[in-house]
Structure formats: C-alpha cells, structure tokens
C-alpha cells in the first residue's frame, strides 16, 4: 500500500491511500500514524491530541501520540490540526507491512 499527503488548507492534511501500483483504493482502509519533527523521526509527545478527524475518514486517538485513521470507501482521509501546534512537522504513516510514509514537512503557525 501506498499514499499521498496534501495540504489543502493551512491546518488541514489530505491523505490518499494507493495499492501498490499507486492507483488510489476504491475501499476502507486502516493505517496509523504519527507527528514527528523529522522524516521518520521520532513521537511527538502529546500530539495525538492536536489531531482531529476532518470530513473524510476517521480519527481514533492510541494514548496521547498516535492515531489509528480509517479511510472513506474511497481511501481518502482529511485531519484537522489544532491550533495549539506550532512548527514544522512531518505526519508519519505506519503502513500494514509495517513500512513508513513520511510526508513532506508541513509547517503550522500560531
């Protein structure tokens, strides 16, 4: 499986979740993932919390800094970012193979 990352608004980010030949899935679909300060890097304490389910997909929190997202019937999930968080960060996505997928940094302001 594969994804990609957007950023359509300041504090929204839009994921697209691919099969292996990088054609966007036409089912539900369920990955965590995680906010770090580098590619790959590591947990940002606390900033599950800061994340929120948007309009497609859905957001379960796993303790205070991951998330299990869960795609539309389309493989597209939007997270809302609060603005509590400040900085530039990369949204992790562990993947079922247990890969990474790191998006490019995504820069928040106050």
Known sequence: MNATFTQPLPRVVA????????ANITERAAVHCYLSQKQAGPIVEGA??????????????VGREALLLVSDNKGAIDLAISDTVAGTFHLNLIMPDGSVLTSDALTFSK
């Open 48 to 61: 599950a919390c800061a994340i929120s389910g948007g309009t497609r997909g859905l957001a379960v929190a």
């Open 15 to 22: 994921i697209q979740l691919q099969d292996a030949n990088r």
